[in-house]
T-cell receptor
Framework: GENVEQHPSTLSVQEGDSAVIKCTYS??????FPWYKQELGKRPQLIIDIRSNVGEKKDQRIAVTLNKTAKHFSLHITETQPEDSAVYFCAADRTGANNLFFGTGTRLTVIP | DADVTQTPRNRITKTGKRIMLECSQT?????MYWYRQDPGLGLRLIYYSFDVKDINKGEISDGYSVSRQAQAKFSLSLESAIPNQTALYFCATSDRIGDYGYTFGSGTRLTVV
């Protein structure tokens, strides 16, 4: 089955700096890679996703890159703000199953 | 976002008791899922259902059962609760066509003592 590994488990950055979270996956057939943000006490919410026919996708301060050859994808947050503090999860979708396999999460803290 | 509703929000139960967690959705999605979240372990799939007549085990289904009562309702049961089932449980839904993202419910925090 699919195995998604996520690093680091915790990340602290100064406000205004960039943050990068990395994930690797094992199933070369996976073709959909979403990222979820979970604020304290709240439900995970989709913030950005990328499909295997695209190498990079941006949405304002957030970007995701995908390297299918190496089977890894990354979340980049620029100009971080305190409200970016949350737990971030990466996930991968096994082709044809539409079941997301999640990484173990990264707790991002943005220090004002 | 009240599109996916879970009840109860919090529950404390005793070891050996049967408990049901309920999920209902107004999004019209066919696919529904139950995940549990544990610190350091992320979100792990318990069961999923692609329609009323379709139920599938996930990676950690032992000790759990589910019922898809209608397109909009998907319940998770713990037949005989044990302490290591203490966790945060999320229901999620997705559309089968095009929209692959999940919409999560607000979660149920379950404590088994």
């Amino acid at each position: 089955g699919e195995n998604v590994e996520q690093h680091p488990s915790t990340l602290s950055v100064q406000e205004g700096d960039s943050a990068v979270i990395k994930c690797t996956y094992s199933d070369s057939a996976s073709n959909y890679f979403p990222w979820y943000k979970q604020e304290l006490g709240k439900r995970p919410q989709l913030i950005i996703d990328i499909r295997s026919n695209v190498g990079e996708k941006k949405d304002q301060r957030i970007a995701v890159t995908l390297n299918k050859t190496a089977k890894h994808f990354s979340l980049h947050i620029t100009e971080t703000q305190p409200e970016d503090s949350a737990v971030y999860f990466c996930a991968a979708d096994r082709t044809g199953a539409n079941n997301l396999f999640f990484g173990t999460g990264t707790r991002l803290t943005v220090i004002p | 976002d009240a599109d996916v509703t879970q009840t109860p929000r919090n529950r404390i139960t005793k070891t050996g008791k049967r408990i049901m967690l309920e999920c209902s959705q107004t999004k019209g999605h066919d696919r529904m899922y139950w995940y549990r979240q544990d610190p350091g372990l992320g979100l792990r799939l318990i069961y999923y259902s692609f329609d009323v007549k379709d139920i599938n085990k996930g990676e950690i289904s032992d000790g759990y059962s589910v019922s898809r009562q209608a397109q909009a309702k998907f319940s998770l049961s713990l037949e005989s609760a044990i302490p290591n089932q203490t966790a945060l449980y999320f229901c999620a839904t997705s559309d089968r066509i095009g929209d692959y993202g999940y919409t999560f419910g607000s979660g149920t925090r379950l404590t088994v003592v």
